[in-house]
C-alpha cells in the first residue's frame, strides 16, 4: 500500500498502529534505490522533509492536499500572466516609484 492511501485511513481513524505503519512505508519508499539520479535525489529530499510531509500524522484535521492555497492565489496568478508576468509587474513598480 502506498503512503498516501494510508494516510488518509490514518485520517479517518488515528492509531498508534496505524501511525508506525504510515511511517514504516514512508522510510521504505524514501530509501528506494533506482538507475535515475533526479528520482533518488527527490527520494532523498522527501526524507530529510520527512516531518513536514508526515504532518498529518501528528495533526490528523489537516487536509492531505493544498487546494485551497493554491485556489487562493489562482486569480492572482491569472493576473499576472495576462499582464505580462512578473518583469511587467517590476517595471510597474520602478515607474511607480519614479513618478513618485
Known sequence: MAVVPRAEAYQL???????????????????T????TSLNLALKRMQRNKRELLLVLDRPDLPL???LSEGDIREYVKRR????GRAA????AVATRLQA
Open 89 to 92: 509587474m517590476m517595471a510597474a
Open 81 to 84: 500572466k495576462i499582464s505580462g
Open 33 to 36: 534505490e533506482t538507475c535515475f
Open 65 to 67: 492536499h493544498n487546494n
Open 13 to 31: 481513524e488515528p492509531t498508534p498502529a496505524a501511525k508506525l505503519a504510515t511511517e514504516y512505508r514512508f522510510d521504505a519508499v524514501c530509501a
